[in-house]
């Protein structure tokens, strides 16, 4: 069974940065993705950013130019850089992939202070 296992989140201000990470149990290279989602309260989860195998990415419109999505097979490690952070930016965020199956951790809280 895959783990993930998020890090990185917490309070910031408004037009601060936060640097989340994402460790899997095991090689993330028979991952097709690897991504970040998101899930505020009384929404439901939505993609922030993901990164497929061969290279591509995917971001939410709201997070492009601010967030980067980075994957480190080496280290079996997914990174999100999220820089000009706004409130709206707040929620519990979670690492997700897919190899034949989905895999989730348990996700980290990020808020983000007027």
């Known amino acids: 069974q895959v783990q993930l296992v998020e890090s990185g989140g917490g309070l910031v201000q408004a037009g601060g940065s936060l640097r989340l990470s994402c460790a899997a149990s095991e090689r993330i290279f028979s991952f097709r993705h690897m991504g970040w989602y998101r899930q505020a309260p009384g929404n439901q989860r939505e993609l922030v950013a993901r990164r497929y195998s061969f290279g591509d990415t995917n971001y939410a419109d709201s997070v492009k130019g601010r967030f980067t999505i980075s994957r480190d097979n080496a280290k079996n490690t997914v990174s999100l850089q999220m820089n000009t952070l706004k409130p709206e930016d707040t929620a519990v965020y979670y690492c997700?992939?897919?190899?034949?199956?989905?895999?989730w951790g348990r996700g980290t809280q990020v808020t983000v202070s007027s």
């Open positions: 997700g992939g897919r190899t034949w199956t989905w895999y």
